[in-house]
């Protein structure tokens, strides 16, 4: 496929190679293995003399589909696909860091990418720091002799902060370190961070990109082959690989991720307006709001504000979970990005444990509830939403 196609000709067409059947969709190569002509190409294959599929851990035609396909809208070299984003991100950690080594994060990250570290990679002797990453004074000073990895997710959950992905790409240069972008929030639709500095962007393919919450997933997409090496060599070893069954359904949903974001972000922007102006309401933190307090940020690195909202409610939490409760449209579930509109109250349902101090740290405050905005008609969401308000 040729890469100078516009984004939209690329989400359908990338990565797809036909067979000699000429199938328009890709066959689901369930299965785990692959025979060998003879002898002599059994031994060029496991030597990467020859291009031919072993072993489904290792590589799959329909997993390489989804992995070029992702890579092409990324920009990169090649991609890496992954059982989840979680698969996604452990690889990363496990290629770049080491014993002694540092990792310097956005403290609002995805909870597990964070916890992960903190509990896990800990034991093995890897430190990591946590700071506000849309302040880049703070990335600098956080940034140790041992530090191997700037780590940031823009915007970031739930609090919507954004990074400048350019800015942390000049510091990451200056020190010798690797910048990763966790992109799962915008897609490569709204935004692409190899173009603005990044060496590898990754996704939680669960979100956007495949949006009909019916398969978990990861990407990772790295801008040199060197580091494609290293990541293919570190994921296939770990083992955290993706199923074909579940690239085929990622694949199928790829297809129409500039017609759902487009769609999705239409209504956020509405509804954000529409809250912003809403008497029970005490604040909204939207990328496409001037009240952003890194608006001009999104303007120059996100072709679009997404389809992310967070709000605080003036009756705290007692007004969260009576809105929880009283919408009938919004699902009232965790996870983001697909095509149904999906409400949560973090300091009631995933936050509940957290000490008021950590969630206070983090911003998660009492009142915030995070919105994931779906397809469906603005109308309806918003007299969904009044209905709770
Ligand atoms: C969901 C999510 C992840 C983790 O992905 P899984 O597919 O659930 O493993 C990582 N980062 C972000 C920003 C996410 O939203």
Excluded at 122 to 139: H, P
Excluded at 150 to 163: D, R, V
Excluded at 339 to 366: C, R, Y
């Amino acid at each position: 496929m040729n890469q100078d196609k516009h984004f939209d000709t690329l989400q359908v067409h990338a990565g797809h190679q036909h067979d000699h059947l000429k199938a328009v969709n890709p066959p689901i190569y369930q299965t785990s293995t692959f025979a060998f002509e003879d002898a002599d190409d059994g031994a060029a294959c496991f030597a990467g003399e020859n291009a031919g599929y072993i072993y489904t851990r290792l590589g799959n035609p329909t997993v390489r589909h989804l992995e070029n396909a992702v890579a092409a809208l990324e920009g990169g070299f090649g991609g890496i696909a992954c059982g989840s984003g979680m698969g996604a991100v452990t690889s990363v950690y496990m290629a770049f860091l080491s014993a002694g080594s540092h990792i310097v994060s956005t403290d609002a990250v995805y909870g597990a990418s964070r916890s992960v570290l903190e509990k896990h990679f800990s034991r093995f002797g890897v430190q990591s720091t946590f700071v506000d990453s849309s302040n880049l004074a703070l990335v600098e000073a956080a940034i140790r002799p041992n530090t191997k990895l700037i780590y940031i997710e823009t915007p970031a959950n739930p609090t919507i902060s954004i990074t400048d992905i350019a800015d942390c790409a000049v510091v990451a240069a200056k020190h010798g370190i690797k910048l990763v972008v966790d992109n799962t929030f915008c897609s490569p639709y709204l935004q692409q961070p190899l173009a603005l500095g990044a060496d590898i962007v990754l996704h939680s393919v669960t979100k956007f990109i495949n949006g009909h919450a019916d398969v978990v997933g990861g990407v990772i997409v790295t801008k040199t082959a060197e580091d494609h090496k290293l990541l293919y060599n570190v994921m296939t070893s770990m083992g955290p690989n993706m199923d074909p069954h579940q690239a085929w359904l990622v694949i199928r949903g790829l297809k129409t991720l500039s017609l759902r974001m487009e769609k999705a972000q239409a209504n956020s922007q509405i509804i954000a307006e529409w809250l912003e102006a809403h008497p029970a309401v005490a604040w909204v933190r939207y990328p496409g709001l001037k009240s952003h307090p890194q608006y001009e940020i999104a303007q120059r690195q996100q072709s679009g504000p997404g389809a992310m909202i967070s709000f605080g409610l003036k009756g705290g939490l007692a007004a969260g979970k009576k809105l929880m409760d009283s919408v009938k449209l919004a699902v009232l579930a965790v996870s983001l990005g697909g095509v149904e509109t999906l409400i949560q109250h973090p300091a009631s349902m995933t936050h509940a444990k957290v000490s008021s101090e950590a969630k206070l740290a983090a911003g998660i405050t009492d009142d915030l509830v995070r919105y994931s905005v779906g397809i469906e008609n603005v109308d309806d969401l918003i007299a969904d939403l009044e209905r709770g308000l």
